[in-house]
Nanobody
Framework: EVQLQASGGGLVQAGGSLRLSCAASGFTFDDYAIGWFRQAPGKEREGVSCISKGGGSTYYPNSMKGRFTISSDNAKNTVYLQMNSLKPEDTAVYYC?????????????????????????WGKGTLVTVSS
């Protein structure tokens, strides 16, 4: 059974930090690019941090640069999202998702992954609430 289990969300004050985890099982983790996405009430889903297959390349939208860091531990089949300097506008449900990449090194760049609607697997989200 394919699973992407996101965890680590919670309530934090503005300026605080959270570390989200995305634990994968049921598929060959090394063959997939991973993205973190979020959706706030009344807003469209957006990609917030993405990492290529193999973990060699990452992408952050401008509003996340310098605050969010995505990393991958392939030995643990887990991707992390370290979020620092959180702002109330970061409040959302955060999802991780996986995209099969059959490329030799990687085919899908992280910016492409973050811009995609169609991922192969989605996890259930974890709620992040940032209070002002």
């Amino acid at each position: 059974e394919v699973q992407l289990q996101a965890s680590g969300g919670g309530l934090v004050q503005a300026g605080g930090s959270l570390r989200l985890s995305c634990a994968a099982s049921g598929f060959t983790f090394d063959d997939y690019a991973i993205g973190w996405f979020r959706q706030a009430p009344g807003k469209e889903r957006e990609g917030v941090s993405c990492i290529s297959k193999g973990g060699g390349s990452t992408y952050y939208p401008n509003s996340m640069k310098g605050r969010f860091t995505i990393s991958s531990d392939n030995a643990k089949n887990t991707v992390y999202l370290q979020m620092n300097s959180l702002k109330p506008e970061d409040t959302a449900v955060y999802y991780c998702a996986a995209l099969l990449d059959r490329g030799g090194s990687y085919y899908y760049t992280p910016v492409t992954v973050c811009g995609r609607d169609g991922m192969d697997y989605w996890g259930k989200g974890t709620l992040v609430t940032v209070s002002s």
